[in-house]
Nanobody, 123 residues
């Protein structure tokens, strides 16, 4: 089992920035691809971005390209999501996810999920 705990959410004005963190435990972190998803009220959960086990490969949703950056620190068992130029439509609960994946393939389907952290962007 992999346990994931997100942090860093909050309330920010449009145009502002936030950095989310996701701390992993329970398994060898560097064996897992990591992803971020989000779910807005009344909407389905959607893919945001993911990163391979090595950090060399990433995959972004079109809606966040150029504004969000994913990174990971395998020594700290943590994945980060830097969110810049935030928009009200970015408001959602953000979830961290993990999938056992040793290749550079960056998946969009995941096995383990965190509890989520709320991000609210005011206009």
């Amino acid at each position: 089992q992999v346990q994931l705990v997100e942090s860093g959410g909050g309330l920010v004005q449009a145009g502002g920035s936030l950095r989310l963190s996701c701390a992993a435990s329970g398994r060898t972190f560097s064996n897992y691809a990591m992803g971020w998803f989000r779910q807005a009220p009344g909407k389905e959960r959607e893919f945001v971005v993911a990163i391979s086990w090595s950090g060399r490969s990433t995959n972004y949703a079109d809606s966040v390209k150029g504004r969000f950056t994913i990174s990971r620190d395998n020594a700290k068992n943590t994945v980060y999501l830097q969110m810049n130029s935030l928009k009200p439509e970015d408001t959602a609960v953000y979830y961290c996810a993990a999938r056992y994946q040793l290749s550079e393939y960056v998946p969009r389907e995941y096995e383990y999920w965190g509890q989520g952290t709320q991000v609210t962007v005011s206009s």
